[in-house]
């Protein structure tokens, strides 16, 4: 049974840094595609990126150029490096592999 869950959300000031993690279980990230999406209040769920199992990764033009992905294969995990952060990146982030979606960790971008 695949599980994932993220971690690494919080509260950070306009231009900022966060990094937020996925883990999983039941699955391996060198083997399957997987997604981060988000969800601002009042909003859509948003497609971030997706990288297949190969890693290449494929970034929505809202993101391009201020979130990062990148992986430990040793350990099976995959991050999302947030720079130059907005107010309206502010939402709750989601990692998604094999149609498995975690419980999604808060992002908040204030002053």
């Known amino acids: 049974q695949v599980q994932v869950v993220e971690s690494g959300g919080g509260l950070v000031e306009p231009g900022g840094t966060l990094r937020l993690t996925c883990a999983t279980s039941g699955s391996l990230f060198t083997q399957n595609s997987m997604s981060w999406y988000r969800q601002a209040p009042d909003s859509e769920r948003e497609l971030v990126l997706t990288?297949?199992?190969?890693?290449?990764?494929k970034y929505s033009d809202s993101v391009k150029g201020r979130f990062f992905h990148s992986r430990d294969v040793t350990k099976n995990l995959v991050f999302l490096r947030m720079v130059n952060l907005k107010p309206e990146d502010t939402a709750v982030y989601y990692c998604v592999t094999q149609g498995v979606w975690g419980p999604g960790t808060q992002v908040t971008v204030s002053s």
């Open positions: 990288a297949d199992a190969r890693n290449n990764v």
